[in-house]
C-alpha cells in the first residue's frame, strides 16, 4: 500500500512543482497570458494577412521620405519609451531571495580574491625592483 502512494506522490509533484528552467517559466507564462491582449492576437492576425500583403506590394514603389508620418512630440515618445521599458522589465524572471544571496556571496569572495592577487603582484613586484635597483 505504502509503494502504491510513493509512486503516485512524484507525479502529483511534478505537476504542482515551479519549473526548473527558463524555458519553462517563459513557456508557462506564455501560455497564461489571456487571448484578448494585443501581443497574443498578433501574431494569429500577421500569418492571415501576410500572403496578402507580399502579392500586393510587389508592384509598388518605394515610399518617399515626404510621406512619412510626422514624429510624436518628445513628451508621447517619453510615455512610450517608459511603457516599452516597463513590459520589457515584466518578462525579466527575477532571481529569489537564496539565489541573490548566493550570487551576491559569489561575487565578494571572487572579488576579494581578485584584491588578494593584485596586492600580492603588486608587492612582489615592489620587492622586485628594490632589490634590482636599491
Known amino acids: 500500500m505504502s509503494e502504491g502512494r510513493e509512486q503516485d506522490q512524484p507525479d502529483e509533484r511534478e505537476s504542482a512543482t515551479r519549473p526548473v528552467t527558463a524555458a519553462a517559466r517563459r513557456e508557462r507564462r ?8 494585443k501581443d497574443a492576437a498578433a501574431p494569429a492576425k500577421k500569418s492571415a494577412d501576410a500572403d496578402s500583403d507580399t502579392e500586393a506590394g510587389k508592384g509598388r514603389a518605394t515610399r518617399s521620405r515626404t510621406d512619412q508620418e510626422k514624429r510624436p512630440n518628445i513628451f508621447a515618445r517619453l510615455v512610450r519609451y ?30 576579494a580574491f581578485m584584491v588578494a592577487l593584485v596586492f600580492g603582484l603588486d608587492s612582489a613586484f615592489a620587492w622586485g625592483m628594490f632589490q634590482v635597483f636599491g
Open 30 to 37: 506564455g501560455s497564461a497570458r489571456p487571448a484578448g491582449r
Open 82 to 111: 517608459i511603457r516599452e521599458v516597463v513590459s520589457e522589465l515584466r518578462k525579466v524572471i527575477w532571481p529569489t531571495r537564496k539565489q541573490m544571496i548566493t550570487y551576491t556571496g559569489v561575487v565578494l569572495v571572487f572579488v
